[in-house]
């Protein structure tokens, strides 16, 4: 006689996780709270989105401090008070960024045609018809910019973070306070330092390569910083292990220390990316200008998208602002992918071979 034997898959238990018999009184609470801000609203000089939120918010609270003093008492009536003000809280916090997400996305939608990311604004201009001109002028030079700033800062900000962290010499305390001020300094300045420096004293004009410096300025206390950070997070041990297996230092930093913080060092050059991708006055002082694309870094103007935002808000017809917001949108959703990779390159776990 043969047995069998079934396993069963076990599930962590979470106890504090409420239940649907927990969520139902909590959303018909919801649903009171709603209706009574309704009448509330209906019936007072209250009126507008600010009271509907603002006495949600109250009879939404209220009604469920209420509750849970009569199921658990005090001091489950002050959680669920202090929840619901975090909740409010975070929900205050994401209503700009989705004002913004919305409002750019039904502006730009106008100046958006099949063309568009395929033309550049060679043959038309701001008060072109819409159907007419394109952005990838700009979108190839911001790619262009993005690529020589990053080219510029990498090697000055990795080399500066691994001192900082790993050698810790006598000037690291200098070089400290220099980073830290840097990150304080407007995006103009880094503009007008290369334009009194380079363009004003010297045959030079507005190019790539001058902007490319000047977003360099930008990103190079950005990418230090968090290179700083990651590399203080690999333990001490696998320094103190390679060293004993008789590695120099550098060796130990170059072939464990680096490795081991190498998804977070990534994420630390996309975040440096993305805090000059949308920078606008260091460009006005030293990009030039252009229409089309062009690909020569040291001589002639370049387009960027954030130079193209600002054209086009600067022409004032009805026509340049709807290509501005369509610059807006599309710049938008560089700069959001650029923080969904550094989001997912900083999830995941470090792996030492």
């Known amino acids: 006689?043969?047995?069998?034997?079934?396993?069963?898959?076990?599930?962590?238990?979470?106890?504090?996780?409420?239940?649907?018999?927990?969520?139902?009184?909590?959303?018909?609470?919801?649903?009171?709270?709603?209706?009574?801000?309704?009448?509330?609203?209906?019936?007072?000089?209250?009126?507008?989105k600010l009271a509907y939120a603002f006495l949600f918010f109250v009879f939404g609270a209220g009604f469920q401090m209420v509750l849970k003093w009569k199921q658990l008492g005090r001091r489950a009536a002050i959680d669920s008070l202090a929840g619901s003000v975090a909740i409010t809280g975070a929900a205050l916090a994401f209503i700009p960024v989705i004002s913004?997400?919305?409002?750019?996305?039904?502006?730009?939608?106008?100046?958006?045609?099949?063309?568009?990311?395929?033309?550049?604004?060679s043959v038309a201009n701001y008060?072109?018809?819409?159907?007419?001109?394109?952005?990838?002028?700009?979108?190839?030079?911001?790619?262009?910019?993005?690529?020589?700033?990053?080219?510029?800062?990498?090697?000055?900000?990795?080399?500066?973070?691994?001192?900082?962290?790993?050698?810790?010499?006598?000037?690291?305390?200098?070089i400290q306070f220099l980073v830290q001020a840097m990150s304080g300094i407007p995006s103009v300045v880094a503009g007008i330092f290369i334009y009194s420096a380079l363009l004003l004293t010297t045959s030079l004009r507005g190019s790539t390569i001058m902007a490319a410096l000047a977003l360099a300025i930008l990103m190079i206390p950005t990418v230090t910083r968090t290179a700083q950070e990651v590399l203080l997070l690999v333990p001490a041990d696998l320094r103190e292990a390679g060293l004993a297996l008789g590695a120099t230092q550098w060796k130990t930093v170059a072939t464990i220390?680096?490795?081991?913080?190498?998804?977070?060092?990534?994420?630390?050059?996309?975040?440096?990316?993305?805090?000059?991708?949308?920078?606008?006055?260091?460009?006005?002082f030293t990009l030039g200008v252009s229409n089309k694309i062009n690909?020569?870094?040291?001589?002639?103007?370049?387009?960027?998208?954030?130079?193209?935002?600002?054209?086009?808000?600067?022409?004032?017809?009805?026509l340049g602002i709807d290509r501005a917001w369509s610059g807006i949108l599309v710049l938008l959703i560089i700069v959001l992918s650029l923080f969904v990779v550094a989001r997912v390159f900083g999830t995941r776990k470090v792996k030492i071979k």
């Open 1 to 48: 006689m043969s047995t069998m034997t079934h396993h069963e898959t076990v599930y962590p238990k979470r106890p504090w996780k409420a239940t649907k018999a927990d969520l139902i009184p909590v959303f018909a609470l919801l649903v009171l709270a709603a209706v009574v801000d309704y009448a509330v609203v209906a019936v007072t000089p209250m009126k507008g």
């Open 100 to 121: 913004l997400l919305e409002t750019a996305i039904v502006k730009g939608m106008k100046g958006l045609y099949p063309g568009f990311f395929i033309h550049d604004m």
């Open 127 to 174: 008060q072109s018809p819409l159907n007419q001109g394109g952005v990838i002028q700009a979108i190839v030079g911001t790619l262009y910019l993005i690529a020589l700033a990053t080219l510029i800062s990498l090697p000055l900000s990795l080399l500066t973070a691994l001192y900082l962290t790993e050698i810790k010499g006598k000037a690291s305390g200098f």
């Open 257 to 284: 220390v680096v490795p081991a913080a190498r998804n977070g060092l990534i994420t630390a050059v996309i975040l440096g990316v993305a805090r000059i991708a949308g920078e606008t006055a260091p460009l006005l």
């Open 295 to 318: 690909f020569n870094p040291f001589f002639g103007g370049q387009s960027a998208l954030p130079y193209y935002v600002w054209s086009g808000l600067a022409d004032g017809t009805e």
